[in-house]
């Protein structure tokens, strides 16, 4: 049996993160992931460029059933903490937008530099590991694949459901259920939303499509891009939206959030009443959607021939256009797992179990989920870091 000072498992961002603060801090780390190469949903994401934190972190958003719980963790290792490593590693970046940091060249980027990061502090890194069972004792001790392994102090960072074909497993919920852990309920978020086949006919057409829109689900409203899709909406706006979607529940959408559309209308009648009447909508929207729109609410003739109450109607379906999802496209395409390991049996600056002395979890398996736009990983790096620092 091999002994170390802390086993992780889970080499994910915050994984890896974690690994590398508590190596740093002299301990012999062991990390153990049965994928074949670390940091595998750090690849893929933001489209291969990785936007890895937001200048504008801030605990509202993020969702967990304790909205308090994460402000410790990201106010003790911040974005600029991150920015700070990613500068002096050398790795250029770029604001896209709403203060979403992004690599200019590419993921893999970051990867390798957690990866030096690792060989410097002297991780154990043991990729292409299964692990078949955990138990507590004098400590933990893990079976795994390349043997048995034992520490006092364990931390698991196995991440969410999302994307089962990229090694997700839900193991992290398993583990938290052995050692007595309450769950938050999970369900995927960051996702697109899919409608009934009547509802998704009118989509279809218009799928590729894409508009700044304004999205609405109760007291929350996202203004991002819109996107329609052969299965449904999309898009970032959408995304957001759906971790805070439940089911029977209507979405609102602006598909034109800078224009008083219903204004428009009436100034166009006075000034050019012998125009079609999408031709009003298509200065302000893409002309297969203005036609659309209109053919929808059975407008015949030009603008002048069309009533008060007919425009006003037609403002609306642009305006606040009410749709009501059957669903969401599932684990297989979410970007994160809503709910997780319920944060009240968790100490907020070390993110150790309150009733197993030793046991952390870390990142994406803990019920904090992030806004779309670098969230997720700010979280992971500072969930991974007063881990590291604590164990
Ligand atoms: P993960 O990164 O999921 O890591 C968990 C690790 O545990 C994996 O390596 C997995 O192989 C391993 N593991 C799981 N089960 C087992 C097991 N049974 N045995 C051994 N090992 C196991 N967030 C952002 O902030 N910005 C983005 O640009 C962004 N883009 C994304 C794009 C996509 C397509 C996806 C899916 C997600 C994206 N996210 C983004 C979300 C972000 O990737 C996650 O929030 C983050 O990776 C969570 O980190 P984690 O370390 O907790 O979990």
Not at 263 to 279: D, I, T
Not at 318 to 347: I, M, Q
């Amino acid at each position: 049996m091999k002994s170390y000072d802390v086993i992780i498992l889970g080499a994910g961002a915050a994984g890896m993160f974690c690994a590398i603060e508590a190596g740093r801090r002299g301990r012999r780390v062991a990390l153990i992931d049965h994928a074949k190469a670390p940091g595998e949903k750090i690849r893929i994401s933001g489209g291969g460029r990785c936007n890895f934190t937001n200048l504008d972190i801030r605990p509202e958003r993020f969702l967990s059933q304790n909205p308090r719980f994460a402000r410790s963790a990201l106010s003790r290792y911040t974005q600029h903490d991150f920015i700070t490593r990613v500068d002096a590693a050398g790795i250029a970046w770029h604001e896209k937008t709403l203060g979403q940091l992004f690599c200019d060249g590419s993921a893999r980027e970051i990867i390798a530099m957690l990866c030096m990061d690792m060989t410097e502090a002297g991780v154990d890194l043991m990729l292409g590991t299964s692990i078949t069972d955990v138990s507590h004792g004098d400590g933990f001790t893990v079976q795994t694949s390349a043997g048995s392994l034992h520490a006092p102090k364990l931390v698991v960072a196995t991440g969410g459901k999302s994307i089962p074909k990229m090694g997700a497993t839900g193991f992290g919920y398993q583990l938290a259920t052995q050692f007595g852990a309450d769950l938050v309920e999970t369900r995927p978020a960051l996702v697109p939303l899919t409608f009934t086949s009547a509802q998704l006919d009118e989509m279809k057409p218009l799928a590729g499509l894409s508009v700044p829109a304004s999205v609405r689900c109760g007291r929350i409203a996202f203004r991002e891009g819109l996107l329609f899709t052969h299965r449904g909406l999309s898009g970032p706006s959408i995304l957001q939206i759906s971790s805070y979607w439940r089911e029977g529940e209507a979405i609102e959408i602006d598909l034109a959030p800078d224009v008083d559309i219903s204004a428009a209308l009436a100034a166009e009648k006075q000034a050019r009443g012998r125009q079609a009447v999408w031709g009003v909508l298509g200065a302000h929207l893409p002309e297969k959607l203005a036609r659309q729109i209109v053919a929808r609410a059975g407008l015949a003739g030009n603008l002048a021939d069309q009533p008060k109450a007919k425009l006003k109607a037609l403002a609306q379906d642009v305006s606040a256009w009410s749709v009501r999802p059957v669903g969401t496209e599932g684990y297989r395409t979410a970007e994160v797992t809503l709910g997780g390991v319920d944060t009240r049996g968790l100490d907020a600056r070390t993110l150790e179990s309150r009733t197993v002395p030793g046991l952390h979890f870390i990142g994406e398996v803990v019920d904090v989920t992030g806004w779309l736009g670098g969230y997720n990983f700010q979280w992971a790096w500072s969930s991974g870091w007063v881990a590291g620092q604590a164990v």
